[in-house]
């Protein structure tokens, strides 16, 4: 497996040190990469002592184990730290070019720590490894540091991963923009860069990675290709992507409308990406990628006539339409792009800006603590304000809300934490967890926190029931007010979402459109570039394993059982009306069978037996970076 993995390549910003080794076998056949290696870096050689925010807080880029390859959709970059968002795992993924350009100079893992004494950028240009001064670009946007960084490294065929001004200001809910309209955008990654004063990654191959590809693996490529194509969802994904699918939750009456005051929203229809087809310039993709999902859209009517930008996504969509009470679509591509330009996640953002509307609504925020800012359902004005507010840490309530929802509340106090929906930091997605019980349990034992992307229970809504009976045990898993059957499901689901983390692949053909959840479809294609034999058995294994790292690692830092919760008012208050009408989570009962199934203590922390059983037993975080 080794011809596929890159090297080791540790950059100590702090003494500008540079080293490089290739990885031993056993952590790639063990971890993969991406997502898996990043865990087994931090569980290794973080120390609990450090803060999220210390200069030796441990910074990780990682393209998959297969990006850069032949295989299609391979275009994902994982980056992981301590979070200063929830302190507890930092871990976030992009699209975009740069993961396999990173894989194509030969590095499977970029490891920072330190802090440089000026705002520098790391570029990398085949073998070679430089820091850089990157004092001209800080402080500017996205978009135009990204120009300039280029000029700087001295070739405009370079990939970029940057932050932005958000990240600079050390916001909680800086990210990374890992393309144009591709960002590593939860847990506050483009903080932990701030805080080292690293203002990008520049990366430049000068040779293809890995130029021979064996017939095998052309053949694999070729049929998973087909298969897709087969599919009655594939005109959707490459005409609309996501952006439609603004109105399908609402449709299934489970919709966190007005920070979930309402689980239906009366503007849907003028949200949704279905309202705005016609703006569609082209269609864009990241690395090998035929489905082509993503799109530019240039907006020809209202505030914003003449504005070109990236047409957004399902769910950042929905927090800055329904969750704000916008129904103008066009306002939510404008705030989605501006977020994208300040380099702070449009999601969380989303959901921390309808947070402090339903706060403002009932008289908990005042006109003095907004200075005059009319925080008001569907104020687009005032919602565009709050960004620039949070961004550049301006006005006090714009440096509140840009230390995350939690935080946030627990400063402005007043009653504020009861409508603050979180799980161990992150908020939730717009899915209310009352109308999807598999997601609702995921989102309550996720290891970033309340999280859809790490668990991706897409068979509680989209396996027939002879399905999820073959698959699960019960026909009660295709049912997605059940509760019955989703422990199992939801233990799968998480890892399988980790392996695909780790081999590099992109969620949407392999969750969304192939539902290749048992893995089968990925270790055809593993073996097939690997040469050697996989199965999707084996695979999970892999996925529990770097599941239960990242269980370690929260716990390392003070998680326990009790943060696997939901906020109160799911668990108790029945949804009002529509196809939900009635249903709450029964969380206890799940997280018992779910405990169970992991091998884990009742407290929910992972035994001496489970650690040795994965080999994980000895990864304390102690071990002394400075000799790798």
Avoid at 102 to 115: E, Q
Avoid at 156 to 183: F, K, M, Y
Avoid at 258 to 284: M, P, W
Avoid at 585 to 594: G, I, S, T, Y
């Amino acid at each position: 497996m080794n011809h596929l993995a890159g090297d080791l390549v540790h950059v100590n910003l702090t003494t500008g040190e540079i080293k490089r080794r290739p990885w031993p076998e056993d952590v790639i056949k063990s971890y993969l990469g991406g997502r898996g290696l990043a865990d087994y870096i931090l569980l290794k050689y973080l120390s609990r002592s450090v803060e999220p925010l210390d200069p030796g807080n441990i910074l990780v880029f990682s393209p998959g184990f297969l990006s850069g390859t032949r295989m299609i959709t391979t275009g994902r970059l994982h980056i992981s730290a301590r979070s200063p968002l929830t302190g507890f795992l930092g871990s976030s993924n992009g699209g975009g070019h740069f993961a396999a350009e990173l894989k194509a100079c030969g590095i499977s893992a970029l490891i920072v720590t330190g802090r440089a004494e000026k705002p520098s950028f790391i570029n990398i240009r085949g073998e070679e490894v430089t820091i850089e001064d990157a004092t001209p670009v800080w402080g500017l946007k996205t978009h135009e540091a990204r120009r300039k960084l280029k000029e700087l490294a001295g070739d405009n065929q370079a990939r970029v991963i940057l932050i932005g001004p958000a990240g600079e200001n050390l916001s909680a809910l800086g990210c990374v923009v890992t393309d144009v309209g591709h960002a590593a955008g939860r847990t506050g990654m483009g903080a932990v860069m701030g805080s080292k004063n690293l203002k990008a990654v520049v990366a430049r191959k000068t040779a293809s990675f890995n130029r021979e590809v064996p017939e095998k693996a052309v053949r694999a490529v070729k049929e998973y290709i087909e298969k897709l194509k087969s599919l009655p969802c594939w005109e959707e994904w490459t005409t609309d992507g996501s952006s439609t699918s603004v109105s399908w939750t609402d449709r299934l009456g489970a919709c966190g409308v007005k920070n979930f005051r309402q689980v239906t929203f009366e503007g849907i229809e003028t949200a949704c990406g279905s309202a705005y087809r016609d703006l569609l310039l082209k269609h864009h993709s990241c690395y090998n990628c035929p489905i082509h999902c993503r799109a530019f859209v240039r907006i020809d009517r209202g505030r914003h006539a003449g504005f070109i930008g990236d047409r957004g996504e399902y769910e950042p969509l929905s927090m800055w339409g329904p969750r704000c009470g916008n129904p103008d679509g066009l306002e939510s591509i404008y705030l989605c792009n501006l977020c994208d330009e300040y380099g702070i996640d449009s999601m969380e953002t989303g959901s921390v800006v309808a947070f402090a509307i339903d706060l403002f609504e009932r008289g908990i925020l005042t006109k003095e603590d907004t200075e005059g800012l009319e925080l008001t359902w569907g104020n687009a004005l005032a919602m565009e304000e709050m960004v620039h507010r949070m961004a550049n840490r301006r006005t006090w309530l714009g440096n509140v809300l840009t230390q995350g929802i939690k935080r946030a509340a627990e400063i402005i106090g007043r009653g504020a934490e009861k409508y603050a929906y979180h799980v161990k930091g992150l908020s939730l997605p717009i899915m209310d967890p009352r109308g999807f019980k598999g997601s609702g349990l995921g989102y309550a034992v996720a290891s970033r926190g309340a999280d859809f992307c790490h668990v991706y229970a897409k068979p509680e809504y989209a396996y027939t029931p002879e399905q999820a009976l073959a698959a699960y045990g019960t026909e009660k898993v295709a049912d997605r007010l059940s509760e019955e059957g989703k422990p199992l499901l939801v233990k799968q689901c998480l890892c399988a979402n980790a392996v695909i983390d780790s081999l590099g692949i992109c969620k949407i053909p392999e969750f969304a459109m192939l539902l290749d959840f048992d893995l089968a479809e990925a270790a055809k294609v593993l073996s097939a570039f690997a040469g050697e034999e996989f199965t999707g058995e084996q695979l999970l294994k892999i996925g529990e394993r770097i599941i239960n790292a990242e269980r370690l690692f929260n716990f390392r830092f003070g998680a326990t059982g009790s943060d696997d919760t939901l906020p109160g008012k799911f668990l108790t208050e029945p949804v009002p009306e529509g196809p939900c009408k009635g249903s709450v989570v029964h969380l206890e009962p799940m997280l018992k069978e779910f405990y169970s199934l992991m091998g884990w203590n009742e407290n929910g922390s992972v035994g001496e037996a489970k650690k040795s059983e994965l080999g994980l037993e000895g990864l304390t975080g102690e071990d002394d970076l400075a000799r790798i």
